[in-house]
C-alpha cells in the first residue's frame, strides 16, 4: 500500500479506502461465486461435504488471520482452491467417490478461508461508517461469479436433446455407464478455465501490498484468547440472533437456486440445459437487486430497506409454492432480486456488535453459518418428498424470509434504541 494519506485507525479501520487493493479483494467474490454455481449441478452428497467444509475450516482460518494478516488466509486460500481444480483431474481418471470428495473438499476448504478473510477485510478496508455499504459493493460481484459457473455448466457439461433422465431411460446398463463417464469428462472443463484465472488472481495478490486493518494492540491490554472470544460471543444476544439469520438466509438462497431447475424441469417440457438459463436469469436479478439496494441503503436506513425486501420476498416465494403455473418459475427467479443485500448486511450489522478485539473470530462464526446452505435445502426436500409436491415445499423457503425481515425488524429497534441512549447521554 503506497498512499501515504492512508492510516490505519486505533480499531483497525482505515481513513479512506485504497482502491486498487478494494477492487482486487472484491475480486475474489465472484470466484467463490462460480464455485458455489458449479456444485448446484453436483451431487446431493458433494454438496453436504461443500458446505461442511465451510463449517469445519472456518475458525481454524479465523486463527490463521488473527495470528498473521488478511493477506495471507487469502492466499492460502487461493492456493488451496487451485489444488482443489487440479484434483478433480486425476480423480476422473481414477473415477472414484473418495477421490471427487477429496477434490471437493480441497475446493472448501479454500473458499472457506476466501470469504472468512474477504467478508471481514472488504468490510474493514475504509472508513467504519461506511462497512456495510463496502461490503455490499463487493458482494455484488458475487452474481456475476455464479452466472459464469452455470453458464460454463451449461455449455461445457449439459448436452443438447431430452433431460439426462430421458436419455437415460432408453440405454442399458453398459450405455448408462459409458454416458455417466461421459458427464464425468465434461465436468473437468469448467475446472480448467478457473484454474487460469485462480493462478492470475494469486500473482496479483502475491505483488500486491495490503494495509493490516488489525486492531491496535497496547502492553495494558492483552488480546483475548479464541476461548475468550467464543464464550463472548456465546452470550451476545444480537450476534446469536445474527447468526441464526445468516443461516436461513444462506439456506433459503441456496435452496430456492438449487430447486428453481427442478421446478423448471417439472412444470416445462425442458431439459437441464434449458432450465439452466433460468439460474442465469436469476444472477441476473441477483445482481440488480444488490446494484437497487446498495443506492437505497445510501439514502435511507439499511435495516427499513431490508424489512421491505424480506416481506416482498416472502410473498413471491407464497406465490411459488401455491401457484400451480409456470409463472411460478418465473416468481422464482425474480426472488432473486430481493435476495441481493441480504448476506452483506446481516454480516456487517452482525460483526458490528462485537468488540472490535474479536473481529476474526466472530468473522468465521458467521461464515460458519453456510451450513445453513446443506441444511435447509434438505428440509425443503424432504417437505417435497413428504407433501409430494416441489412446490409446496418453497414454503420452508419462505418461512426462512420470515424470520430474516422479523430479525431486520427487532435490528431496527434494538438499534434506534441505541441511537437515543447515545444522544441522552
Known amino acids: ?48 461435504v461443500f458446505y461442511g467444509g465451510y463449517f469445519l475450516i472456518a475458525i481454524p482460518a479465523s486463527l490463521v488471520i488473527k495470528n498473521s494478516t488478511y493477506k495471507i488466509a487469502i492466499l492460502i486460500g487461493l492456493t488451496l482452491y487451485i489444488v482443489g481444480c487440479t484434483l478433480f483431474f486425476p480423480a476422473s481418471h481414477m473415477a472414484t467417490y473418495t477421490m471427487f470428495l477429496a477434490a471437493i473438499f480441497a475446493i472448501a476448504i479454500g473458499l472457506s478461508f476466501l470469504e472468512t478473510a474477504a467478508n471481514t477485510y472488504s468490510s474493514m478496508i ?18 456475476i461469479g455464479a452466472a459464469s459457473g452455470i453458464l460454463l455448466g451449461k455449455y461445457l457439461v449439459f448436452s443438447e436433446g431430452d433431460s439426462l433422465e430421458k436419455q437415460m431411460a432408453g440405454m442399458t446398463a453398459e450405455q448408462v455407464h459409458n454416458f455417466k463417464v461421459l458427464m464425468l469428462e465434461n465436468t473437468l472443463e469448467p475446472y480448467k478455465y478457473m484454474i487460469m484465472v485462480l493462478v492470475v488472481v494469486l500473482v ?10 488489525k486492531v491496535e494492540q497496547t502492553a495494558a ?16 444476544a444480537r450476534f446469536r440472533r445474527g447468526i441464526l439469520a445468516q443461516f436461513l438466509y444462506v439456506g433459503m438462497q ?89 448476506w452483506a448486511t446481516i454480516y456487517a ?28 435445502p434438505a428440509i425443503q426436500g424432504y417437505v417435497a418428498d413428504m407433501f409430494h409436491s416441489l412446490q409446496v415445499s418453497f414454503l420452508v423457503s419462505m418461512l426462512c424470509f420470515v424470520y430474516v425481515g422479523i430479525y431486520f425488524w427487532r435490528e431496527l429497534k434494538v438499534r434506534r434504541t441505541l441511537g437515543e441512549e447515545a444522544t441522552a447521554s
Open 221 to 236: 491490554h492483552k488480546r483475548p484468547s479464541a476461548m475468550d472470544t467464543l464464550r463472548y460471543l456465546a452470550t451476545n
Open 204 to 213: 496479483l495478490f502475491l505483488f500486491t501490498r495490503f494495509p493490516k486493518c
Open 254 to 342: 441456496v435452496a430456492v437456486w438449487s430447486f428453481t431447475i427442478r421446478l423448471a424441469l417439472e412444470l416445462g417440457d425442458i431439459n437441464e440445459r434449458d432450465a439452466s438459463n433460468f439460474m442465469v436469469y436469476s444472477f441476473a436479478c441477483f445482481f440488480i437487486g444488490k446494484f437497487i439496494a446498495n443506492i437505497l441503503m445510501t439514502r435511507f436506513n439499511p435495516e427499513k430497506v431490508l424489512i421491505m425486501y424480506s416481506v416482498v420476498g416472502a410473498l413471491f416465494l407464497a406465490y411459488v409454492a401455491l401457484v400451480p403455473s409456470f409463472s411460478a418459475v418465473y416468481v422464482a427467479v425474480l426472488v432473486s432480486v430481493l435476495f441481493g443485500p441480504c
Open 126 to 143: 475504509g472508513p467504519k461508517q461506511w462497512a456495510t455499504l463496502r461490503l455490499n459493493i463487493s458482494q455484488t460481484f458475487y452474481p
Open 349 to 376: 450489522g452482525t460483526l458490528d456488535t462485537v468488540d472490535n478485539e474479536h473481529t476474526e473470530m466472530a468473522g468465521a462464526v458467521i461464515v460458519m453459518a453456510i451450513v445453513g446452505a446443506a441444511v435447509v
Open 1 to 48: 500500500m503506497n498512499d501515504k494519506n492512508i492510516v490505519q485507525m486505533p480499531d483497525g479501520y482505515l481513513n479512506k479506502t485504497p482502491l486498487f487493493q478494494f477492487i482486487l479483494l472484491s475480486c475474489l467474490f465472484p470466484l467463490w461465486g462460480c464455485a458455489a454455481a458449479l456444485n448446484d449441478i453436483l451431487i446431493t452428497q458433494f454438496k453436504s
